[in-house]
């Protein structure tokens, strides 16, 4: 109660963790994969990001929001993996500059597969693909987003909105493939 | 507000995102323009896709093995970790720690006590989680007694009129089948007693679903003067219970849906018991 954590034996500790950490597992480890893209290199980062966790257990309040805070750790560590493997990079400007002169949303196709929704997903540049999976796949909020991200909540936003735009011209993209779709020569594609 | 406005603010209505005023102009443009009313329904339907195209993807579900394999490292790392009497012996730091700790504590205590307005705080807060806490367990008694234990009643009984049936399908039936599915029905609304606790009652259903709304117009909970927009949320034998307050009622969403989702439900319906 007083955050006198310490305190606790390893057993204690370990049926805490156990209880408020472990059922997350999962959900990091489907973030993790959207990170890495990669099945080893996700089971890696989820178990770095556990036992850091586990590490840090004593700062968590229990019965606080242990899902966003797990998230943050793994995005830290992730972050920290790839400035040790050269490859953080701050912007995509090629992106950035598609994304920031799509004048029209495309509309959103109806007839489309899962499959094709996960390949347009994986195509929409990292930093954009971030914001959109923290949000509209794992729900969170945006000020949890900008916490777990460090960074200001109007990037969050800013990044949101270019991220559904970016989704939408690859949907269209499939959905011209079918034959449906008229909007690809207005987006400038 | 301009169907362009709404664009380009709807997504983030989908994500519970706007103020209270705000969230009640969409609900009123959308009431009124079609077209507005489709888009929104296909950001909603491909989210929902989105979602769970990536949640019933075979690449994203973490392997069994590997789950295994990390609760064992896990546990074997934090059972390994010194126990607290071990950490006493033989460090010479933590006795003075300890000490200036307690000593610390006291002037805190001291300090709080001696604060007038300290002591009436902490009650009136402790008297709000107490009461928010005791009703939340008469809800759930309420929805396995009433709402799924008379489920084939309700079903029986479901379109036909019953006590103010107008005003829960604007507030509650029509807000909810917006934000989540055109296939959310209300089965029934009606007073009901449990454990000496009268609530208004709102069952719901959304396929195989059942979702209980319960309000609470009794004032017993000391909300205070202002209205709150905090969900508060708690699982009770196996439930889901997400609660917030207006001036004058307290509003219970309780179901077997994830936390996430009850409590989604929970705010849709804050906002428009808000306005």
Redo the contacts between chains.
Sequence with gaps: MFGLK??????D??QN??TEA?PF??DL??VA?WLTRN?TEA?DL??ET??QA?RSFHGYEMGTNCRAWLMTIMHNMNARRLRNLGKLTLVADTEDRIAETIAF?P??P?T?T??E??EA?SKVPQHYRDVL?L???E?F??KEISTILNVPMGTV?SR??RA?KLLRLRLADYAKDFGFGENRQAAGN | MQCRDFREISDSYLSDELLVETNHQVFQHMEHCSECRADFTARRKFREKMRSAVLNADEFQMSPTFLNRLNANLESAALSQKSWRRMFSGSGWLVPAMASLLIGFVVFGVAYFSYPGGNEVATTYKSMIQGLTEISMKAVGDHKDCALEKRPRWEAVSGTDYPEKAVFIEKVLMPLKAKFSDNVEMLNAHDCVYDGKLFTHVVLKDGARIVSVFIDNSGEIPVGESADDTITSDSNQGFQVASFHNKTQAVFVVSDLPETENIRIARTLSAVFSV
């Design positions: 310490w305190l606790e034996s390893g057993e500790k370990w963790f156990q472990m597992s999962k480890y489907r994969m099945q089971e989820v178990q556990m036992f586990m949303e509309s959103i109806e489309i899962d499959d929704v996960i997903l999976v949000s509209d796949v729900d909020s945006y936003m949101l909105h559904r």
